[in-house]
């Protein structure tokens, strides 16, 4: 079992900045793709790639979980990466985004399009093995909402598919069903499907959590022909990540996540 490994999803031959050894491209949804990323990919081994277009990097996730193991497994994307840096920059940035009501949105991600001078501050291996000393899983910074995230699902989204989601969950892991309320009643959510953590976890999980998003895709009758509204099983991962956190009540480390801009000069 090899130390520690981060995924870092993509979805063709995106440049990926020099990394850490610990971080490997991972191409998702490679069944549905005739582009040779030369990344390995989530179609070989037990895998579910042509779920793509509706679980989106959870095909790479669920590939991850069965056909490989690591003392510490993480997740990441091509444009997002955790940092540990605190930015001067963007803590005084944050102060028009509060102003105009949207600082709760930014806070905790640095958009930038200067990969020149942030790819060396992506989390290292020797900051995640430091940090797992004292803490169980690192998290983006969470996402605080004016409003719950039950509103904030159904601004985007079907509202039936929260109280099928509930349904579900009070069949299959009745234990969840007060996690699940609080948080949609709740204003925090941690977003992108992002995590490092030990394999016992990042296991419990998935198998927890694809139990859930099984039947839901099969019980849904979600839109599959909507290029947005089909990926269903994908978004309400992100709201489930943060159940599951809620019910577990592990010790959490939340870092800043660098998003590098789709533009030129740091389009990957």
């Not at 102003?99 to 930038?112: A, D, E, F, S």
Request: glycine share 2%.
């Amino acid at each position: 079992m090899s130390t520690a490994k981060i995924y870092v999803a993509c979805h063709q031959k995106e440049r990926i900045p020099d990394l850490d050894p610990i971080y490997i491209p991972l191409q998702v949804g490679k069944v549905h793709s005739k582009i040779e990323s030369g990344f390995i990919a989530d179609d070989s081994g037990i895998n579910i790639s042509e779920k793509n277009p509706f679980y989106s990097e959870l095909t790479g996730w669920y590939w991850i979980w069965k056909n490989q193991q690591h003392k510490i497994v993480g997740t990441s994307h091509y444009r997002r990466y955790f940092t540990t840096k605190k930015s001067v920059f963007h803590k005084l940035l944050s102060i028009p985004h509060y102003l105009i009501g949207i600082r709760k949105k930014r806070i905790g991600l640095y958009y930038t399009g200067n990969i020149k001078k942030w790819h060396k501050y992506i989390l290292s291996s020797k900051e995640i093995k430091e940090i797992l000393k004292d803490y169980d899983i690192i998290l983006p910074v969470s996402k605080v909402f004016k409003y719950s995230v039950a509103e904030q699902y159904t601004r985007r989204h079907r509202a039936e598919d929260i109280v099928l989601t509930r349904k579900i969950l009070s069949e299959l892991q009745p234990e969840y069903v007060d996690s699940f309320d609080a948080v949609f009643n709740a204003n925090k959510l941690y977003s992108f499907n992002m995590f490092v953590t030990r394999w016992e976890l990042f296991e419990e999980y998935m198998n927890w959590l694809f139990a859930l998003l099984f039947e839901l895709e099969k019980r849904s009758d979600f839109p599959r022909d909507d290029a947005y509204q089909k990926r269903l099983p994908a978004f309400m991962a992100e709201r489930l990540q943060t159940v599951w956190l809620h019910k577990k009540q592990l010790k959490t480390k939340e870092l800043p996540v660098i998003y590098f801009k789709k533009n030129k000069k740091a389009h990957f």
